[in-house]
């Protein structure tokens, strides 16, 4: 839709005036393309400065996600932290890091592709993933790390806070192996 304003603005705006058609053109093109900053109360932009200091509150699950505006599967998977978060309102926090705008800690973080969300619990991280998965497979692995945070907010009766969970990972499977070859 958008090209055919594009190409109808050119149009009736004839040769003698190409350089205003131009910037038209640019306007409309910037306005479309500009991706707003998150605009949600349960999503924080975080900086290079506040990154460390935000992946370790205590007693929450942190979702920091490295994006770029011009990524589309960064702008499908927005609103799907944002629903997360929102479900989650107060227990699981989402950060939001532009990678264009901070180099330096994506390259330290060793973020290869995009989207990269990483999950951390009381500084640790505990899961991450690449890519846009479907609602459900992402709230599924925020739910297994938001099990047990009331506990560690109040006090257990021996005394010592329960440790957060281990990271979902399972062993893969060696049925790949070709006819005839044995397992050791």
């Not at 055919?4 to 149009?11: D, M, P």
């Not at 109360?41 to 290079?48: D, I, L, P």
């Not at 929102?86 to 989402?94: D, N, P």
Request: glycine fraction near 6%.
């Amino acid at each position: 839709m958008k090209p055919l304003l594009l190409l109808a603005t050119l149009a009736l705006c004839g040769l003698s005036s190409c350089e205003k058609a131009r910037d038209l053109a640019g306007r409309l093109i910037r306005k479309s393309s500009a991706v707003p900053s998150p605009s949600s109360e349960w999503v924080t932009q975080v900086s290079a400065a506040d990154y460390d200091t935000f992946r370790t509150q205590p007693g929450k699950v942190l979702v920091i996600d490295f994006y770029a505006d011009w990524c589309g599967p960064c702008r499908q998977l927005a609103p799907i932290l944002d629903l997360v978060a929102k479900e989650h309102s107060g227990s699981v926090l989402v950060g939001k890091i532009n990678v264009d705008q901070n180099r330096e800690l994506a390259t330290r973080e060793e973020v290869r592709g995009i989207p990269d969300v990483r999950i951390f619990r009381d500084g640790r991280e505990v899961d991450r993933f690449v890519g846009v998965p479907s609602e459900d497979e992402v709230k599924r692995r925020i739910e297994i790390h938001t099990k047990g945070l009331a506990a560690t907010d109040s006090t257990v009766p021996d005394g010592k806070t329960p440790a957060a969970p281990e990271p979902n990972i399972t062993p893969a499977s060696k049925d790949w192996l070709p006819p005839g070859m044995q397992r050791r």
